[in-house]
């Protein structure tokens, strides 16, 4: 089987109904990112940060797996298939897809802020006080702006051995997520699926401008026919 590794932004979950942030000039839900996804806005205002994220939890609760998560589990018949994904939903998960690397956490964890490795499932509000067992405040579990990517490099492992590689949704402006892509061999079949593709099309890299819904589903049947 060939291995297909794909690369997910925020831009494959807009049409489940959560935002992008590049689409609204750079305010995550009327928020400037710093103030709630950096250690430092953290540190500034725990509450509004804890706040922040409580309302991103509790919507992704009330949303849906959409047309381009469903189709990217299908491709699963015919490929191998890892999902590195930047988003911190669980859509890829509840489409289906068995293998999906969570560059920069998961909405559904929190975990200590005194062990980095102590993580716990979390579907309810996350407030101030809320400890973990060595009396430290339990934090959403985001990788936030400034903080190392701990999956970097199981991440850019996967896409050395892409035979092809899907990128999706994605404003390519957040490293070093957006270097990825660099790590795919020579032979690499490259395709980038976003309205507002920010990358030029080039020798092994074709570009498809339209939504991830119709796009990514185009272009999974055209790859399970292959
Ligand atoms: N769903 C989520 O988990 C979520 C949502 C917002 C932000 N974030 C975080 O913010 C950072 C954002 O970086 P990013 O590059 O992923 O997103 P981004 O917000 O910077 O860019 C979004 C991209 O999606 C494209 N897009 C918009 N609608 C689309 C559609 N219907 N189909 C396909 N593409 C569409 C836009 O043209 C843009 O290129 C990530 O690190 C992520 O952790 C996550």
Request: with cysteine; glycine share 6%; net charge negative.
């Amino acid at each position: 089987m060939k291995n297909i590794v794909v690369l997910t932004g925020a831009g494959i979950s807009a049409e489940s109904g959560i935002k992008t942030f590049r689409d609204d000039n750079g305010l995550w839900e009327g928020h400037d990112v710093m103030k709630v996804a950096s250690p430092q806005g953290f540190q500034e205002n725990p509450a509004l940060v804890l706040d922040f994220y409580n309302k991103r939890r509790k919507q992704l609760l009330e949303v849906e797996p959409n047309a381009a998560h469903y189709a990217l589990k299908d491709l699963e018949k015919k490929y191998n298939v890892s999902i590195i994904t930047q988003n911190v939903d669980d859509l890829h998960e509840r489409a289906g897809s068995s293998n999906v690397i969570h560059l920069h956490g998961e909405l559904l964890k929190v975990r200590s802020s005194f062990d980095k490795d102590l993580v716990l499932d979390w579907k309810k509000d996350l407030n101030l006080g809320d400890f973990c067992e060595f009396n430290s405040q339990l934090r959403p579990h985001i990788v936030w702006f400034g903080e190392e990517v701990p999956l970097l490099e199981t991440a850019a492992l996967e896409v050395q051995q892409a035979d092809i590689l899907l990128i999706i949704g994605t404003s390519m402006q957040v490293y070093p997520a957006a270097g990825l892509k660099d790590f795919a061999p020579s032979h690499c079949q490259m395709y980038f699926i976003d309205p507002q593709p920010a990358i030029q099309e080039s020798q092994n890299l074709r570009i498809i401008k339209e939504n991830a819904s119709t796009g990514v589903k185009k272009l999974v049947e055209s790859l399970l026919q292959n």
